[in-house]
């Protein structure tokens, strides 16, 4: 395969993932793609480790050991361990793994890795990966989890976690084996509490014992085996925080980051859970814990200085705990999330990295600075190419526009141009430094790579309205062809000098795959190879060929470039002479080689074909396949020739680079440089040389360099190539040095974001124009054809030219245009005046602005839109019509039709009563054939009772007789006595002889057979009701209409009484008559009705033929002419009628009294008579209409009373038949939840008996691994004494061994032989900043102490620790027996620290064997208890019983009574305890009415006593009142004097004349007070004159003042403040001594006013009583 040679990796560059880790103190790596980059966060430098069998998978670095592991991606994948910096090869470990490893890590301080594999196995294994072996595998762990790591204290403990769970490995080890156990955390809720596990044994209820025993929530759920474990009920499920992250701390606990912003801290060894921080409980304030949110907590990693965590804020963070405070310190803050950060193996320096690919660096020694290391590069890569000459510098593009240059040399990021565009394509110019991107807008952006440096970006051209696609330069840069979508190839010249000028286009098929060219020098022609998708509907996906010629004086001579296209831009086909090729298989890509070859390869048959063009030109020619060779299997594939034309690479989604010899199409080399899980290889690129290669990949975001390791056989082909590239390179440096003065002298390209001038006003005119409504149509301007619809700014090159085009063209043709708008005019004016004309028109005759359009075609695309719009509306209005017609009909169908009873109400006509019946379905013909199969059950089981009942049952034949006689009367009584029934069912007619005793129900088949016949039951008596409804239901139909004929006929009186009454009309309500609802009324519908043309033409129709009809019967109808002429057209005259008729008065009453005759006069005699017998009979005939109204209305009261007497017994009958089926339904429930007990039980019993089963299998277990491991540890043991009998055997041998020396040396020997080195140890500079300290425990710490007390061995050995007269030979044989002893000694050691392993691994297997003896007599015990309790449950059954009001006489609860401790008795026990209650009261009442007389007498010589002794305390008050009683001097006047009344009369005397006194003195003082109140106004008069004068010279004085301070603040303000701050100093001094002065001067007042009170008080006298 390799015949030239093979590739290796020069360089690779990649954009870091989650996996940044340090290798060592001082580099970090991370995988990329197919290679693991290692940088130097000091130098920069990087290494590259190259993964030569696919892809990378997990991923996991020891900074201790300098070893990083990985996985392939691919099948069976193994796991490879490499060392650093020599990245050789360690370990490969190969596992039973399918698919994929999903992570690994290692532990800090032991050769051990653990990796965790998804799916299918989800298997988690440790290995030794410096042996290279696996310890131990556990298989279905769980699922998906994110994160694993060993306790850096103790290798034996492992953390794995997910966002849903925490799992807690303890690897236990003995000897050789090692065994994982496995320990769940319960994680808590989002606001910190823990559910609460179901109880799982059964604990019986003694309140309420008919509610069952207590089950677990599995049982009641009915889930058995593995979901009954990890069931929680959905009321009680809270949402639980998700972790993300986590990380071990010196103390072996574990913390934990969630999702939400919590933080956990997790003790292994208890699994106690304790959350340190909750973001619910800081959701405000300024408190730092207000600033962790969700997200915060995504990294995770401990220090000795505290814990840093970091998220998707981009905040790097300290938190540290001060007992139960949480101190949190910002460090550093990013614009972009953080996802990792990991510290140095010494723990002095932080990587942290971002989601863009960012890393940095931060220093603990040094906190203020953060150097990064990797700056951000956000996109993929979409393309690479070698920059001019093409061997130094190589540039990329990503999607996001970002345009970097790269060192070919070590692969050194040079520079990076952002273009703040989306990109889509690049090519290197090879006659200048000029790098051409198309983008996403269809603009080609062409950058200045003279400075690498400094790129710069200094010009632009807008080639497309679509993404740019395809960019390819000739071989010697002289043009730049360019493709996309739309099958437009654009041609430029691709010198600077011509300022890259667009020289015209071509179009090609439909959309454009590739695009090759070939410089033949010999014609001076490129010739360009398209291969696009063929445009034609019947070859859809179909590909074809096509080429053209561009001659090289399109490049060098301008005028020519202007003639090889047309004034629209289009290349002439005489000139490029296209030709079109046709090929069997559709192509995905192709390239044109030398001597008329073309290379294509089909993604369908996975070959490269090669075809050879014919020299004879045709319309359309088809290419046969020459030569094919199979290669890659994952399409589809690129196709690239090396600048030589002798190499062919290809490159693919299988991420396989491969190059083939282009004549024999032989396979050179090889290599897998990306993976094909991450989208293969998306560009490639060769040097000019072709010694280097560079490709992409599709979007693991990896760029990779590869150079030829070629083989000697391959030489030649290679300097071939080389030679062929210097040739070319000494040919373009002319040109290349020419065009970079050119290019570099061009200006930076600036974008014209700024609006040019009017562009503003003209926006707004048009927004104005648009919104007025106006007829008036402007005159249009000449530019009208011109494509004015795209803006100047997002014009295209094509756009430009074609309106150039236009104004050629417009000036070309300008009088025949002239003409035509001259007419077009004329018809303007006449259409406006039109318009004008119909808006003076009415409303009515007002035509449309549209029929004013003289475009009928948009007029009728509008007609036709706007119908297909009402089409659209109309046939979504009918299928939502037809939806809810179809609910309509499912409602109807399962709520009506599917009711053989349909629900209704009667309501009382005088009265608010309403009875309804009872809705009730078909029984189907299941339940009916299982009702009678029940019955047939019952028939055969009362047979064979009765049967086994004679046969079987021997009794004396007297005693049997008696007992039978005592049993049928006792089973008449109960069989009569619905209190043991439990329901009054027989009591309304409805019994059936089948229903069980309620005492007989044991069994499930009982319980479920009785459950259908009380069905039966409860559905005959709704049948016995409903008929007896249906019935009254029928009555009122019956009352309601002869109503209406009564009312009828009152209506008929009224109108002839002339009485205006309103009449009662009974009518049934909407629930009476309830298929109302199902039929819609018009009066019910408020829109106007849709009528269709054919529903308008169908009442046409109808119409005509009734107007046809109705004239028909119209014609000529004797019978009814004959009956209208002869009776007035009545047959019958009615008496009512005759009444209502006038006697006609005689003609002589129109006459004079005078002159009557004698027959005038008899006439109106008889005609007076007729009159008063006429107004006699409408007298009794209006009686009788009153008497027969009033009949009526009686009649109408009593029938509808008599029917609301009926409905009201009818309710009576509707309640008790309510209150039989309620009870008859808690029968049914009674038993339901019997039923319901019993399956949880059933549950329950199944539940303990799997669990049961799968202890037993782990008590197996345990005991076979105690079994094993007690013979190993047995086995051990004996090895181990081995070990110390051989040890003290070369103790004891000592001096035989050295039986040559004398025995004075052989003491001295003895003591050195006994004698050991003092190892010391060693203390890194690490201890400083790293949290855990020394791993005394880890086996490198043993590794370590072992290999320093060799060393320090090694310097006792030396000859100057020899005794002095010993010789050398003998110290050397002396040495060599030491150093026996000294590996004897440690290996003994080893041995007791593995026995003393071996014998604790035993220990613990004994504690878990006897951890699952215990839980299986748990599990016994309590699956006893079931069983127990489903016993119970069979025996101890519910029974209902109907018992009165007065029979009850528990005390009844707030809901049910307690009937815990109650008992059920007879009546009889009941009524003789009553009796003799009764008179044993009576006795008691006598004789209270004997002693209530006694004690009456009693009662009222005690009163008198009591008030007695009240009167003398009363009389002893009143003395001690008077002793107490104050003596003043009145008083004692008072007391002394005897006339009274004279001393009264003397002091209103003397308070007479002071009186008098007072008021002459009152008159004085007022004279006195009115004079001065005089002299005091005039006074104030004068000075208010003075005030007034004082007032203006006051204001001349202000003014000179002001004026004075202002010179004197302008001269002396210092002064001033000085003197104004010691003025405030000193008022604030007497300030505060006055306010101390009024302080003390307040406390001797207080002092002063009680000392008053005291002598106050003193001077009072006080009479004291003194009791006797």
């Avoid at 200048?432 to 080609?444: D, E, W």
């Avoid at 004929?1045 to 009454?1061: D, H």
């Amino acid at each position: 395969m390799e015949r030239f040679g093979s590739f290796e990796v020069r360089w690779a560059q990649g954009s870091p993932t989650q996996d940044v880790s340090f290798v060592n103190n001082r580099t970090v790596c991370f995988p990329s793609g197919n290679h693991i980059i290692f940088v130097d966060i000091q130098t920069k430098k990087r290494s590259v480790l190259t993964s030569s069998k696919g892809s990378i998978g997990a991923f996991a670095v020891s900074g201790n050991f300098e070893v990083v592991a990985f996985s392939e991606q691919r099948l069976k994948p193994s796991i490879f361990v490499y060392t650093f910096p020599e990245l050789i090869r360690r370990a490969e470990l190969k596992g039973e793994v399918q698919l994929d490893y999903s992570l690994l890590t290692f532990s800090c301080s032991s050769p051990y890795l653990a990796s965790y594999s998804a799916v299918p196995e989800f298997a988690l294994t440790i290995w030794n990966w410096q042996d290279g072996t696996c310890l131990c595998s556990q298989s279905r762990v769980g699922t998906e989890f994110t994160s694993l790591s060993f306790n850096p204290l103790n290798w034996h403990q492992l953390c794995l976690a997910g966002k849903n769970s925490v799992i807690l490995w303890n690897i236990e080890r003995s000897n050789t084996q090692h065994l994982l156990k496995r320990v769940t955390v319960e994680l808590p809720s989002v606001d910190g509490s823990f559910f609460e596990e179901d109880p799982t044994s059964i604990l019986a209820t003694a309140k309420l014992p008919y509610y069952g025993p207590q089950m677990p929530i599995s049982a009641i759920s009915g889930l058995v085996e593995k979901l009954a474990d990890t069931f929680v009920p959905g009321e009680v499920r809270k949402p639980v925080v998700r972790p993300v992250s986590h990380c071990w701390t010196s103390t072996s606990d574990l913390y934990v980051g969630c999702e939400q912003g919590h933080l956990l801290n997790i003790n292994p060894e208890t699994q106690k859970v304790t959350m340190l921080f909750n973001p619910e409980n800081y959701t405000a304030g300024n408190h730092p814990g207000s600033r962790l949110k969700q997200g915060s907590l995504d990294t995770l990693v401990v220090h000795k200085n505290g814990l840093f965590v970091a998220g998707n804020d981009g905040v790097l963070r300290r938190l540290s705990f001060r007992s139960t405070d949480l101190h949190i310190e910002e460090i550093w803050s990013s614009e972009e999330p953080v996802i990792k950060i990991d510290f140095s193996p010494d723990y002095g320096t932080l990587s942290m990295t971002t989601n863009k690919g960012a890393i940095c660096v931060y220093k603990l020694e040094n906190p203020g600075g953060i150097s990064t290391i990797f700056s951000v590069c956000s996109g993929r890569f979409l393309a690479v190419d070698f920059l001019a000459p093409g061997q130094n510098y190589c540039v990329t593009v990503r999607d996001s526009g970002e345009v970097q240059a790269w060192s070919v040399e070590d692969g050194t990021n040079i520079s990076t141009l952002h273009l703040h565009t989306q990109a889509a394509v690049l090519a290197c110019c090879p006659s200048s430094k000029c790098v051409a991107v198309g983008t996403i807008s269809g603009h080609v952006y062409f950058v200045d790579m003279t400075d690498v440096q400094n790129p710069r970006l200094v010009h632009r051209i807008h080639l497309y309205h679509i993404p740019v696609q395809h960019l390819h330069y000739d071989q010697e840069g002289q043009f730049l062809i360019t493709g996309a979508a739309d099958g437009h190839m654009f041609v430029l010249d691709a010198k600077p000098s011509r300022s890259f000028s667009v020289i015209g286009y071509t179009v090609v098929g439909c959309e454009v795959i590739t695009i090759s060219t070939l410089n033949i020098r010999e014609e001076k022609q490129v010739k360009v190879l398209a291969l696009h998708l063929e445009d034609s509907v019947d070859a859809v996906g179909q590909t074809k060929l096509e080429t053209f010629g561009l001659p090289y004086e399109m490049s060098t001579s301008p005028l020519y470039a202007e003639q090889c296209a047309d004034n629209r831009g289009v290349l002439k086909n005489f000139i490029i002479q296209k030709q079109r090729y046709t090929v069997e298989h559709t192509l995905c890509s192709a390239v044109l080689g030398t001597s008329n070859t073309i290379y294509g390869y089909c993604s369908q048959t996975k070959y490269i074909h090669k075809y050879l063009i014919s020299k004879e030109t045709s319309a359309l020619e088809t290419l046969n396949v020459e030569k094919e060779v199979k290669a890659h299997q994952t399409g589809p594939a690129y196709l690239c020739l090396s600048p030589h034309h002798q190499w062919l690479a290809s490159v693919a989604k299988d991420g396989v680079l491969q190059i083939l010899e282009a004549v024999n199409m032989e396979a050179s080399a090889h290599i897998q440089c990306h993976s094909s899980r991450t989208g293969g290889i998306q560009s490639v690129a060769l040097s000019v040389d072709g010694r280097i290669i560079v490709t992409v990949g599709n979007s693991d975001g990896t760029l990779v360099c590869l150079t030829w390791r070629h083989k000697n056989t391959g030489k030649s082909k290679v300097d071939a190539a080389v030679e062929y590239g210097h040739s070319l390179v000494s040919l373009m440096e002319p040109v290349i040095a020419v065009e970079n003065k050119t290019l570099a002298l061009m200006p930076v390209w600036i974008s014209d974001t700024e609006s040019r001038p009017g562009t503003a006003e003209e926006k707004e005119t048009q927004e104005i124009s648009e919104k007025k409504m106006s007829v008036e149509i402007t005159e249009q301007d000449e530019s009208y054809t011109s494509t004015a619809s795209i803006s100047p700014s997002n014009s295209t090159w094509l756009d430009l030219k074609l309106e150039e085009a236009i104004k050629e063209e417009s000036q070309q043709f300008a009088n025949i245009k002239k003409d035509l708008r001259k007419g077009i005019s004329e018809l303007r004016k006449t259409i406006q005046g039109m318009i004008r004309e119909n808006e003076s028109l009415p409303d009515m005759e007002k035509l449309d602005q549209q029929e004013f359009d003289l475009d009928v075609e948009e007029q009728e695309r509008l007609q036709t839109e706007g119908q297909e719009e009402v089409a659209k509306v109309r046939k979504e209005i009918e299928l939502e019509n037809l939806i809810q017609r179809y609910l309509r009909d499912v409602i109807k169908q399962e709520c009506w039709d599917s009711m053989a009873v349909k629900g209704r109400a009667v309501k009382a006509f005088h009265s608010d009563c309403e009875v309804k019946n009872y809705p009730m379905k078909e029984r189907s013909q299941k339940e009916m054939e299982e009702l009678e199969r029940v019955i047939q059950l019952r028939k055969i089981e009362t047979v064979d009772i009765n049967t086994r009942r004679e046969l079987v049952e021997i009794l004396p034949k007297n005693l049997a007789d008696k007992e039978e006689e005592e049993d049928t009367d006792e089973g008449q009584k109960q069989g009569e006595s619905p209190a043991l029934i439990g329901s009054l069912s027989g009591s309304f007619g409805i019994a059936s002889p089948y229903l069980c005793s309620q005492f007989d129900l044991h069994t499930k088949e009982e319980k479920i057979n009785q459950i259908l016949l009380l069905k039966d039951v409860i559905y005959n008596i709704k049948t016995a009701f409903n008929r007896e409804f249906e019935a009254i239901y029928k009555q009122k139909e019956q009352e309601i209409s002869r109503v209406r004929e009564r009312n009828q006929r009152l209506q008929e009186i009224l109108a002839e009484l002339e009485i205006k009454e309103n009449i009662w009309q009974p009518h049934f309500a909407d629930s009476e008559k309830p298929e109302r609802a199902l039929t819609v009324q018009d009066t019910e519908i408020k829109v106007e009705k849709f009528i269709s043309p054919e529903q308008t033409a169908k009442a046409e129709e109808h119409a005509k033929a009734e107007e046809k009809l109705r004239q028909t019967t119209k014609n000529d109808n004797i019978r009814e002419r004959a009956l209208g002429d002869m009776m007035g057209g009545v047959l019958e005259v009615k008496k009512a009628d005759a009444l209502k008729m006038d006697i006609p008065q005689p003609d002589c009453m129109s006459k004079a009294d005078s002159v009557w005759t004698e027959d005038d006069r008899r006439l109106v005699k008889d005609y007076e008579k007729k009159i008063k017998e006429l107004n006699e009979e409408r007298e009794k005939y209006k009686k009788g209409l009153e008497a027969e109204m009033k009949k009526l209305q009686t009649s109408i009261q009593e029938t509808t009373q008599s029917f609301d007497d009926a409905l009201n017994r009818l309710f009576d009958r509707k309640v008790k038949s309510e209150m039989i089926i309620y009870q008859e339904e808690m029968k049914i429930a009674s038993l339901a939840f019997s039923l319901v007990v019993e399956e949880e039980l059933n549950t329950r019993e199944a539940q303990l008996n799997f669990q049961l089963e799968k202890i037993r299998k782990q008590k197996v277990q345990s005991a076979e691994v105690v079994q094993q491991t007690k013979s190993q540890v047995d086995a051990y043991r004996e090895t181990y004494d081995n070990a110390v009998a051989e040890d003290k055997l070369l103790d004891r041998g000592f001096r035989k061994e050295f039986n040559d020396v004398p025995a004075l040396l052989v003491d001295q020997l003895y003591k050195l032989y006994k004698r050991r080195p003092r190892v010391q140890k060693i203390r890194t500079q690490a201890d400083n900043f790293h949290p855990f300290g020394d791993h005394q425990g880890s086996a490198r710490a043993a590794s370590d102490a072992y290999n320093q007390l060799l060393r320090a061995m090694d310097d006792l050995d030396s000859p100057e620790n020899m005794p002095e007269t010993l010789e050398l030979p003998v110290w050397e044989r002396f040495c060599l027996a030491r150093r026996t002893k000294l590996e004897s000694e440690q290996q003994v050691k080893h041995k007791a620290l593995t026995l003393a392993e071996m014998q604790a691994f035993l220990q613990r297997r004994l504690e878990e064997d006897e951890r699952n003896r215990q839980a299986m007599e748990n599990t016994l015990q309590e699956l006893n208890i079931v069983r127990e309790e489903k016993m119970r449950s069979q025996l101890n059954l519910t029974a209902q019983f109907l018992l009165k009001q007065g029979q009850v006489e528990v005390e009844g609860g707030d809901f049910v009574p307690d009937y815990s401790d109650s008992i059920l008795v007879y009546r009889n026990v009941v009524e003789d305890l009553n009796a003799t209650i009764k008179s044993l009261g009576e006795q008691k009442i006598a004789s209270m009415v004997e002693s209530k007389d006694f004690r009456k007498g009693i009662i009222q010589l005690e009163w008198e006593r009591k008030k007695m002794q009240m009167q003398i305390e009363d009389l002893h008050n009143k003395a001690r009142d008077i002793q107490m009683l104050r003596v003043s001097k009145e008083l004692q006047k008072y007391l002394f004097e005897t006339d009274h009344d004279s001393r009264v009369l003397h002091e209103m005397s003397v308070l007479e004349q002071t009186l008098a006194l007072q008021e002459k003195h009152h008159k004085k003082n007022s004279k006195n007070f009115r004079r001065v109140v005089k002299e005091l106004e005039s006074k104030i008069k004068h000075m208010q004159e003075q005030n007034n004068k004082l007032d203006e010279e006051l204001q001349e004085l202000l003014v000179s003042v002001s004026e004075r301070k202002l010179v004197f603040d302008a001269i002396a303000v210092e002064k001033n403040m000085e003197a104004n701050t010691e003025q405030r100093y000193q008022d604030i001094i007497q300030r505060r001594k006055l306010v101390d002065l009024a302080k003390s001067q307040a406390q001797e007042v207080a002092v002063l006013r009680a000392e008053v009170e005291r002598l106050r008080m003193k001077t009072f006298p006080a009479l004291i009583h003194k009791e006797k």
